[in-house]
């Protein structure tokens, strides 16, 4: 076992979706950065990326949108929502946002995160550490001034001018930084699958029912992501249940897409992601920073988790060269990232929670609202691209106010529901 001792400007932990957009927008600007990541390497497992309109900006300003392998990705515009059993309830259509992000981008396992992670290799002010372990946080007075870290069986000692947790929902550094944490464990989470469609599935659809949720989302090669709501801690329970169980529960569900669903041989295509919310009282200290699930995690229905770590991450890399510049790392500066970025996130983990209700519901009552509402936006432009663009990572406002809810329920009339902002196209 050997000790270190190395200097850099910025230090990052984790490089997940926010940490490696951060580590990447730092090294085009020059900054010495490093990089630590438990991980022995890229991520390999299963997991459906769907690149939202303010996602694929981020990858833009980077230069990697179009470097993106056009094999592995395939735009979405078109999302049908229905009910189980089949009925249409209401479809959302990307093309009436303003081009260019008019449109999702749904890719291959890992595909834009490895994109990222490969243009950091090539970056020379940057170094990623794979298998390094956060251990914990060096001080001078209240003030962060590093890191220490175990990297493979040698102590690692990090002198930065600011430390960033990027490290997920379980944050390491929060923990050290001690910023209590609101820590939300929902009870249902999602089986994952990725298929080969024996016929193509042109447009994405989403099922909502009694305690029922599925997506599914068409991918590059003729592949379909599918995404089905069971209760947390029961992955093992469905597999012991056995393949033929869960593809019958999925074709009730959408009995037009039985073969799709019979394209199921093993549960090597199948993963479980749990969800959980996290909310802090702040997510600075002098000399370091929470970004992305550390900061604040939210439930997926609101599609911008990892959109939301990507956004953090570029907001902050604008910030940062200003404070390496005043020689001011401290929470007072850092604190206008998180002033820039609180009120949208809140916003979004607020809209998910909403939705958490709603959708997941097995009671009548929200049941026939939830419906309500989706048929109201089927016939209601305004409305439609006000949820279009929340969705899309458009808007830092909520997408309703009490009128809005008021008609979006079916009790008010619209006079304006065929009204677009200016930008939006039909």
């Given at each position: 076992?050997?000790?270190a001792?190395i200097e850099?400007?910025?230090?990052?932990?984790g490089?997940?979706?926010g940490g490696?957009?951060?580590?990447?927008?730092?090294?085009?600007?020059?900054i010495?950065?490093?990089?630590?990541?438990?991980a022995p390497?890229?991520?390999?497992?299963?997991?459906?990326?769907?690149?939202?309109?303010?996602?694929?900006?981020?990858?833009?300003r980077?230069?990697?949108l179009?470097?993106?392998?056009?094999?592995?990705?395939?735009?979405?515009?078109k999302?049908?929502?229905c009910r189980?059993?089949?009925?249409?309830?209401?479809t959302?259509?990307?093309g009436?946002?303003?081009?260019?992000?008019?449109?999702?981008?749904?890719?291959?396992?890992?595909?834009?995160?490895h994109a990222i992670?490969?243009?950091?290799?090539a970056?020379?002010?940057?170094?990623l550490?794979?298998?390094?372990t956060?251990?914990?946080?060096?001080?001078?007075?209240?003030q962060?001034?590093?890191?220490?870290?175990?990297?493979?069986?040698?102590?690692v000692?990090?002198?930065?001018?600011?430390v960033?947790?990027a490290?997920?929902?379980?944050s390491?550094v929060r923990?050290a930084?001690?910023?209590?944490a609101?820590?939300?464990?929902y009870?249902q989470?999602?089986?994952?699958?990725i298929?080969?469609?024996?016929?193509?599935?042109?447009?994405a659809k989403?099922?909502?029912?009694?305690?029922?949720i599925?997506?599914?989302f068409p991918?590059?090669?003729?592949?379909v992501?599918?995404?089905?709501?069971?209760?947390?801690?029961?992955?093992?329970?469905?597999k012991?249940?056995?393949i033929?169980?869960l593809?019958?529960?999925?074709i009730?569900i959408d009995?037009?897409?039985e073969?799709v669903?019979r394209?199921?041989?093993?549960?090597?295509?199948t993963?479980?992601?749990?969800t959980g919310?996290?909310?802090t009282?702040?997510?600075v200290?002098?000399?370091?920073?929470?970004?992305?699930?550390a900061?604040?995690a939210?439930?997926?229905?609101?599609?911008?988790?990892?959109?939301?770590a990507?956004?953090?991450?570029?907001?902050l890399?604008?910030?940062?060269?200003?404070?390496?510049?005043a020689?001011?790392?401290s929470?007072?500066?850092?604190?206008?990232?998180?002033d820039s970025?609180?009120p949208?996130?809140?916003?979004?983990q607020?809209?998910?929670?909403?939705?958490?209700?709603?959708w997941?519901?097995?009671?009548?009552?929200?049941?026939?609202l939830r419906?309500?509402v989706?048929?109201?936006?089927?016939?209601?432009?305004?409305?439609?691209y006000?949820?279009?663009?929340?969705t899309?990572?458009l808007?830092?406002?909520?997408?309703?106010d009490?009128?809005d809810?008021?008609?979006?329920?079916?009790?008010?009339?619209?006079?304006?529901?065929?009204?677009l902002?200016?930008g939006?196209?039909?």
């Amino acid at each position: 076992m050997t000790e270190a001792v190395i200097e850099t400007d910025i230090v990052v932990v984790g490089a997940g979706g926010g940490g490696a957009v951060l580590a990447l927008a730092l090294a085009q600007k020059g900054i010495k950065t490093i990089v630590l990541e438990q991980a022995p390497g890229p991520p390999q497992g299963l997991r459906g990326e769907i690149l939202q309109p303010n996602g694929q900006l981020v990858l833009d300003r980077l230069g990697l949108l179009n470097k993106l392998p056009v094999e592995s990705t395939r735009a979405v515009r078109k999302f049908h929502f229905c009910r189980v059993g089949g009925e249409r309830l209401c479809t959302v259509d990307y093309g009436d946002l303003p081009p260019p992000y008019n449109q999702a981008v749904v890719t291959l396992p890992n595909v834009a995160h490895h994109a990222i992670l490969d243009a950091i290799q090539a970056e020379q002010s940057v170094s990623l550490w794979y298998g390094a372990t956060f251990t914990g946080l060096l001080r001078e007075r209240q003030q962060v001034v590093g890191l220490t870290a175990k990297r493979g069986t040698d102590q690692v000692t990090v002198k930065a001018k600011v430390v960033v947790g990027a490290d997920g929902v379980f944050s390491k550094v929060r923990e050290a930084l001690q910023i209590p944490a609101d820590l939300h464990l929902y009870p249902q989470g999602y089986l994952i699958s990725i298929l080969d469609a024996p016929t193509p599935v042109p447009e994405a659809k989403y099922f909502v029912g009694k305690r029922t949720i599925l997506g599914m989302f068409p991918a590059a090669g003729n592949k379909v992501y599918l995404f089905y709501m069971i209760d947390t801690g029961s992955y093992d329970q469905v597999k012991a249940q056995g393949i033929p169980a869960l593809q019958q529960a999925w074709i009730a569900i959408d009995p037009s897409c039985e073969s799709v669903f019979r394209a199921l041989t093993g549960w090597d295509h199948t993963a479980f992601m749990p969800t959980g919310r996290v909310r802090t009282p702040t997510w600075v200290a002098d000399g370091a920073v929470l970004i992305g699930d550390a900061a604040h995690a939210m439930n997926p229905h609101a599609s911008q988790g990892r959109m939301q770590a990507m956004v953090d991450a570029m907001t902050l890399a604008d910030l940062l060269p200003e404070c390496l510049t005043a020689k001011d790392y401290s929470a007072m500066k850092l604190k206008s990232y998180e002033d820039s970025r609180r009120p949208q996130v809140t916003m979004l983990q607020k809209l998910a929670d909403e939705q958490v209700l709603f959708w997941n519901t097995a009671n009548p009552v929200f049941s026939f609202l939830r419906d309500r509402v989706f048929r109201t936006l089927d016939r209601n432009a305004r409305l439609r691209y006000r949820v279009l663009s929340t969705t899309a990572g458009l808007r830092r406002t909520p997408p309703f106010d009490l009128i809005d809810r008021m008609i979006a329920a079916g009790f008010l009339p619209d006079p304006s529901a065929q009204d677009l902002p200016v930008g939006g196209t039909r």
